[in-house]
Structures are given as structure tokens and as C-alpha cells.
């Protein structure tokens, strides 16, 4: 028998990462008064400086939930063949900014694996459809930073 490799993209959301963040933001609007102060960073765009928000009181969410979110990336990512042939694989934490439209802005890799992986992921995150954006406690649409987590691994299997 000899031993092939089965190419096997696994996408694992940190369910427990956006849960947390939204646990995160209804316990900091719970603590405000009517002011919405949370944290906040600059990002520059080329004609103005937009701000967006690490957490808000409502956090963007994907069309279809968490799940079709899931099935969007499986079915859109491509695993690298030289990170294949190297048998290069981790979990690549992507995040990237939910503008108030709901569109895709900003996307950097905050804990990369390797170049390719992390190319990979940016390339199918910047290919989102739109999301349901962020709001603050007044309901109004903000710019709120997303993390998702892009696991890429490969299965070793046996041929009978």
C-alpha cells in the first residue's frame, strides 16, 4: 500500500472569538452611560480618516450566520500547491474592517502561518459578499474590525 496525501482544507471559526467580542460589546455598552466611547482605531483611506471600532453593540454579522460564512470559504479557498507540496499548514487569523455599508474594507493577517497560506486567506476574505454591518447603542452603522481564523491542514490518508 503506499501512503498518498488527500488535500483537505479545514476552515475553523472561533465561534468562541465572535462570541466574545459580542459578549465584549454588550458589557462595555452596558457600562456606559448614552455615550458610545469604546475603543477605537484609526485606519487612513485615501481621502479621510474613517473610524473603526474594535467592538461595537451590535457586531457585523455574515448573510446566513456563522455557518454560511463557513460554507463560503470552503468552497472558495484554494489550498497553495507549494504550501501543499511542502506540507506547510496552521491557522491563519485574518481581520479586516466591516464598513458601515456592510462591504469588505481593510484586510491584514494578524498572526500568519506563511506567505502563501496567508495570501490565501486575505484573498478569499477581500471576496466576501457583504455583511450585515456593526451598529452602536444608537443603531447607527460603524466600522468595526472582524477576526476570523483560517485553519489550513492536511490529512495524510492511506490508498487501499
Known amino acids: 500500500m503506499k501512503n ?9 471559526m472561533a465561534l468562541c472569538l465572535v462570541a466574545a467580542q459580542s459578549v465584549d460589546a454588550q458589557k462595555k455598552t452596558r457600562n456606559r452611560k448614552r455615550t458610545t466611547k469604546t475603543e477605537k482605531k484609526q485606519t487612513k483611506t485615501t481621502q479621510e480618516k474613517e473610524e473603526v471600532f474594535k467592538s461595537a453593540a451590535h457586531m ?3 448573510p446566513g450566520g456563522d455557518a454560511a460564512l463557513m460554507a463560503f470559504i470552503n468552497k472558495n479557498i484554494h489550498y497553495p500547491q507549494n504550501a501543499y507540496d511542502n506540507d506547510i499548514q496552521g491557522k491563519v487569523i485574518v ?3 466591516v ?3 456592510g462591504k469588505i474594507g481593510e484586510v491584514k493577517v494578524a498572526h500568519g502561518v506563511d506567505p502563501d497560506l496567508d495570501n490565501e486567506a486575505v484573498r478569499v476574505c477581500k471576496s466576501l459578499p457583504a455583511f450585515s454591518p456593526g451598529r452602536n447603542a444608537n443603531g447607527d ?5 472582524y477576526t476570523l481564523p483560517i485553519n489550513f491542514k492536511l490529512h495524510p490518508t492511506v490508498d487501499k
Open 141 to 145: 452603522p460603524v466600522n468595526v474590525w
Open 4 to 12: 498518498y496525501k488527500f488535500l483537505s482544507v479545514i476552515i475553523v
Open 95 to 97: 481581520q479586516f474592517v
Open 60 to 62: 457585523p454579522s455574515f
Open 99 to 101: 464598513k458601515k455599508d
